[in-house]
């Protein structure tokens, strides 16, 4: 956008005396951080030559985010999750280390009522789906094998519901276990399927308006913790769904998370010889390394 | 901040994504819009490496902004102001046109309510302050007089209330008037006085974080509209007072728009002869240029 001489100085002159009225901020992090979003918002509003219509159009959706928000509904939440800057803050913290896992989002469904399970048990708590053998490695990025890594894992049922979100206080689509001596581990659990994020609010009806989907690909939730490495919180993702890529309404997919589930006709033995009473069934592998800490 | 090409290579492709699910946006100018404020975002987060908890608490920001918000209290808005976002947006849309007047901010003050006066009426309505005469004219870029421009003017009294804020339904520390057929306008008004703006919920909080005042400078404001010119939204402000340049709590301050108030001793003769009954008082001037439209 072409600007004259005088109208390029008083623009930079407010964001100068913005930064300015930061400086004396006793806290040098908190000051830092203040002033960085000073200029990138600032600097939106120049390149964009944002009218005070369409500033007001953003009050106005905050507005609406606010009052659709109480203790059940976070609607800034979701907004900062479509914009990808959940995913944006996960990724800085979640330092590139040699082939350790990717991690994505926490998401909102995490409790700690998990139950414990054996190796090879079934997280799904009686929840319906297409059952899935899910089997793996927890390893460092040297290869060694990190024995006995605490795993937790919880996901959605075939209709899109958390247990979270049934009218009953049932527990289900969810468990922890312990890996074994040589790091693997194995359970039974329900193949994912999409479904959408809450958009019912301001956040929906700006999807619809740029014509997005609120549909998450489909995913099974991971927590891995072993002493002495760095906490992993990822998904693994199903191969093949329709929103990979850019398509994931929060942008939690990694292409590295995507895995091949293998889907097996009904009378398959299964690997553990568990009588699925000729049901179709699926399995995939998730091998895990953890990062070192710090 | 260092960070490895892997690193990079994921924080840049997860911007990437972003970006491209707006690209099926049927909107052209929302779509820019999105993606413009999703590089803005996603830099700023990536430049300070935001940890989740910091997240966390941008969200818990909102949220609170959202729970004090109501029709009578507009915490986006101070927000919007306090960043200086609000006064930006005016900059950039007050195109800077030779000698015209800088625009400032609207404020939440202005009503339908300003009686009509003659020149050289008084706008106080009863409010309390020190009388101080105003005078000017209206002129075009060129230097000629624009004849009949309508000028509103509204200000706090000197308890930094404006009528609105009264328990009762007067009406005080406004009016409309319109300059004569050369364009010189006068009326008496009240030496402005600072006030703070709102600061008893997440603004004020942040304001007192990182040691700024939620202080106003001391302004009168002006709208002036006239056929065939831009309308004029602005303030003038006191000189010598402490809140000037980035010392304005919303950053509303054009040097240009800072005057000289002459104080005057009781028992000074008015330019009117109006008989002050021995008050000090005092007088600035404000000449007025309006753009042209478009």
């Not at 390149?47 to 159009?57: C, F, K, T």
């Not at 009953?168 to 194995?186: E, H, Q, S």
Request: aromatic letters at 6%.
């Amino acid at each position: 956008m072409d600007t004259t001489p005088e109208q390029a100085r008083r623009e930079a002159e407010l964001t100068s005396r913005v930064l300015e009225s930061f400086a004396a901020c006793q806290d040098p992090h908190l000051r830092l951080l203040m002033q960085a979003l000073t200029r990138h918002l600032h600097a939106f509003i120049r390149e964009v030559r944002l009218s005070e219509d369409e500033l007001y159009a953003a009050i106005e959706f905050l507005t609406g985010a606010g009052r659709i928000t109480d203790d059940e509904r976070q609607e800034f939440v979701l907004l900062s999750d479509v914009l990808g800057a959940s995913m944006q803050t996960i990724t800085v913290n979640d330092r590139a280390v040699g082939a350790a896992t990717e991690a994505t989002v926490l998401g909102p469904f995490r409790t700690e009522r998990a139950p414990e399970i054996e190796l090879g048990g079934d997280i799904s708590g009686g929840a319906s789906g297409m059952p899935c053998w899910v089997e793996g490695s927890v390893t460092d990025v040297q290869g060694g094998a990190v024995p006995h890594a605490r795993i937790e894992v919880w996901e959605a049922d075939d209709q899109g519901c958390y247990d979270v979100q049934y009218a009953d206080d049932r527990v289900a689509g969810r468990a922890c276990m312990t890996a074994d001596d040589a790091g693997r581990y194995r359970f039974w659990a329900l193949k994912p399927t999409p479904y959408p994020i809450p958009d019912d609010g301001p956040v929906g009806m700006m999807l619809r308006a740029v014509g997005r989907s609120p549909v998450r690909a489909p995913h099974l939730h991971f927590m891995v913790t072993a002493p002495g490495h760095r906490r992993l919180v990822t998904h693994i993702f199903v191969e093949g769904a329709d929103q990979l890529g850019s398509g994931d309404s929060v942008f939690g997919v990694r292409d590295s998370l995507v895995k091949a589930f293998e889907d097996q006709p009904g009378g398959t033995p299964t690997p553990d010889c568990r009588d699925l009473g000729g049901q179709p069934w699926t399995r995939t592998r998730f091998d895990i390394v953890l990062a070192p800490e710090g």
